[in-house]
Structure formats: C-alpha cells, structure tokens
C-alpha cells in the first residue's frame, strides 16, 4: 500500500484547514488537515527548517506541497509536507473572530460585568463530563486543598454534536437550582481537559457564552490547556488555564489557612499575654500609691479646683449678664429716640424754628423796603415836577402829548395843553416866535 500510494499518487498539493497542530522537541511537527468533508493526518520533519512553517497554526488554511504515504506502525494513511503557504483563514478559526468580535461589541467581555470569586466557597458546582479526567483533576485538588467544600457534579457532554446545549441547560439550571431541585452553589467550573480546536469547540458557541453571561452565579472557565483560549473564557467571570488551576483558584489552601489561623491565634496570645502585664502593673502602682492614701485628702485638690472653677463661672456669667443688660438698655434708648413721637416732635421743633426765621426775614425785608420806598418818595418829590409846579413852573404838552421843548416844535392853530400844579389849561397855538 505505501509503495502504491507513493508511486500512483506521489507528491501533490492540498489544502484544507490545520488542526491539532503538535510540535516535538525533535523539530518535527504532527498536525491534520481537514476541509468539511474529510481529514488527513500531515507530518513535517525538520518543519523550522521547510519553507512555508510559519504558516501552520490552529485554524489556519494552508496549501501543502506533500507525498502520499502510510505510516506502517500503525496502518495510517498519511501525507509527508514539504512546503507550505498560507491559503486563507480556516472556517472554524473565521468563525470564532467572528463571534468573538459580536459579543465583545455587545459588552460581554467588559470586566466591570464580570462578578468576583467568594474567597471561602462552600458549596462549588462542577459542570463538565462525569468520566473524564478534569473532573478527577478537579476532585483531587478540591480534597487536597479544601476538603470542607461541597462538590456538586453537573454531568454533561463537553464533545460532539448538541454538546453545546447539553452545557447550557446546565449552566442555566445550576443558576436557579432551587427550581430544579439542586443545592445553590457559591461558584461554579465550567470546562474539559485538553483536544484539538475541534474538541473544543462547544465551548466556542453563541449559546455556551450568553448561557455564562446569564448566569446570577460566578463561572471560572476551564477549557483545554494553558495556551488555549475559547469564547467561554471570555465571557466567564474568571478564566483558568486548566481544570486543575481553576480550582486551585476557586478555593482557598486549607494548608496554608490553618497556618495563618496559628499565627494570628499566638499574635493574640501575645498581645493579650502583654495587655494584662500591663494592666497588672498599673494596678499594682495605684495599689502603692494613690490607694493606700485617705480617700479625703485625695479628693481635697479637686474640690478646691472645683470651687475655684464654680466661682469663675459665677462671675464670667454675671459678666455675661451685665454686658447683655448694658446692651439691652442702649437698645432701649436707641428705640426710644427713633420712636415716631419723639421723632415727629423734632420735626415740628424744627419746623417752628424754621417759621420764626422766616417771619424774622420777612419782617426785616419788609421793613428794610419801607424805609427805601420813603427816601425814593422824597427823592422823586424833590427831583420831580411837583417841586417845579410848587416854584410856578408848568408843563406844555403839544398835539401829540410830549412835552414841548422849542417853540419851533408848534404850529399855528394846534392845541397845546398846560399842567400847573393844581390843574391844566387848554389854548390854541396863534403865532410862534423862535
């Protein structure tokens, strides 16, 4: 069959998507490739120093240069790589971006959503396979470090077709337990041991992980190996690299409390071990000194410092009294000299006060006008025409009432009037002489 497959077939190219990737310590590197159909199991020897190696990793699609041939040891039909080149990215890998991408942008992965772990669980529920080895991985460092805690199993498919539900219906019905007649637990581990991408891809479904996001209880994931990352690590509240690890990190070493228990119990001892030398001590000294003295004379200090202090606040309060009283009277008199009364009495003194000056100053103005009034009286008799008619002069008024001043000024047969002193004539213009 070997010699058959190498001659008929030979070397050929194939592509599919890399699963299982394992590299040995010798250098040379087992892995599958698989499309949706089918898979063949590839080996590269020396694979660090064949072209294309970077290339393989989990979920990558590759186009392999391979021989044909079967591996005898154990009847195998297997292909021998030559080279390698990067076709693309493998469905399964595409896949999981693609829903890791989703949920990340629906908050899923945020970290202020993820719940703490309870330091000192009692109670821890186990949803993985019920025969495989994570689950004794599991129970022993549970027995190991904690054996006080109560294991609760969950048995479930963690492989295979419909695993997916199988994992969601538990998660979903340890998170309400007393509706499905479980014990309520504190935390729960969610995972499997170790396999390829395909063995771990019910960890990697949309149910699983929105299952998880639901749950009211805090779920450590514990899928496969240290370098392998599924959805459910993500969206778990904490992820742990294996099932062994996950419980180391859901429980607290027993080993290790009891030790801390020793110490803080002989920390106590010595601090209490102390306190009542100390107290011992200080008793014995009021022993020695304080009572053994007359209880009279102890006190004696402090009532005189008593007194003292009663009679300074005797007199810092009569203070205080009398201050106020001061205060209370000036009130008073301010009040009294603002009341509308004696305000309105002011007033009216100043309105009196005012009335009598302006009497006084129309008094004296009126006066003061008399007395000018009688010189001007006497000035216009002795400067006016009354003094002149009292001399015999008199005053001519001509046809248009002036005064005549020149005889030119008249004309025959105009009328002219004269004023003397006790009364006027009338006379008619015959001739005028300059």
Not at 195 to 206: A, K, Q, T, V, Y
Not at 268 to 279: C, G, N, Q, W
Not at 327 to 352: C, G, Q
Request: hydrophobic fraction near 45%.
């Amino acid at each position: 069959m070997k010699n058959l497959l190498e001659v008929q077939i030979g070397e050929t190219w194939v592509e599919g998507e890399v699963s299982n990737l394992r590299k040995q310590a010798s250098g040379h590197w087992y892995f599958s490739l698989k499309d949706a159909g089918a898979q063949i199991s590839c080996a590269m020897f020396g694979a660090r120093k064949r072209e294309g190696a970077e290339a393989l990793e989990d979920g990558a699609l590759v186009r392999v240069f391979a021989e044909a041939s079967v591996y005898e040891a154990r009847g195998q039909l297997q292909i021998i790589v030559q080279k390698a080149e990067r076709a693309g990215t493998g469905d399964l890998q595409a896949k999981f971006e693609a829903l890791k991408r989703k949920l990340h942008a629906e908050g899923l992965f945020d970290a202020d959503r993820k719940m703490p772990i309870p330091p000192f669980p009692r109670t821890i529920g186990l949803i993985t396979s019920g025969t495989g080895a994570a689950l004794q991985d599991i129970l022993n460092v549970l027995t190991r470090r904690a054996p006080w805690v109560q294991p609760v199993l969950f048995p479930v498919r963690v492989q295979g077709r419909g695993a997916e539900m199988e994992i969601a219906q538990a998660i979903a019905k340890m998170g309400e337990p007393e509706k499905f007649g479980y014990p309520r637990c504190d935390v729960l581990i969610v995972g499997r041991g170790g396999g390829s991408i395909e063995d771990l891809w019910n960890f990697n479904e949309e149910v699983v992980a929105r299952a998880i996001a639901a749950c009211p209880i805090p779920i450590i994931s514990a899928v496969g190996h240290e370098i392998d990352f599924t959805i459910a690590d993500f969206v778990a509240d904490l992820r742990a690299p294996t099932p062994s690890a996950a419980a180391e990190l859901a429980v607290a070493d027993g080993t290790e409390l009891l030790a801390r228990l020793v110490q803080i119990r002989r920390r106590m001892a010595r601090v209490t071990r102390e306190r009542l030398m100390s107290s011992q001590l200080a008793v014995e000294a009021l022993k020695r000194g304080a009572l053994q003295r007359d209880g009279e004379k102890l006190l004696r200090e402090s009532v005189m410092r008593l007194d003292s202090a009663r009679a300074q606040l005797f007199r810092a309060t009569r203070n205080a009294l009398d201050a106020l009283s001061a205060r209370l009277n000036e009130a008073r008199a301010r009040h009294k000299s603002h009341h509308p009364a004696r305000v309105l009495e002011r007033r009216m003194d100043t309105v009196a006060g005012l009335r009598q000056r302006f009497e006084r100053a129309g008094k004296d103005n009126l006066t003061g006008r008399a007395e000018q009034l009688v010189r001007l009286r006497g000035l216009l008799r002795a400067l006016g025409p009354e003094s002149a008619f009292q001399r015999g002069f008199s005053i001519t008024l001509g046809p248009d009432g002036k005064i005549v001043t020149s005889a030119a000024t008249l004309k025959a047969g105009e009328i002219m009037r004269t004023k003397f002193a006790d009364g006027e004539t009338t006379s008619i213009v015959r001739d005028s002489k300059p």
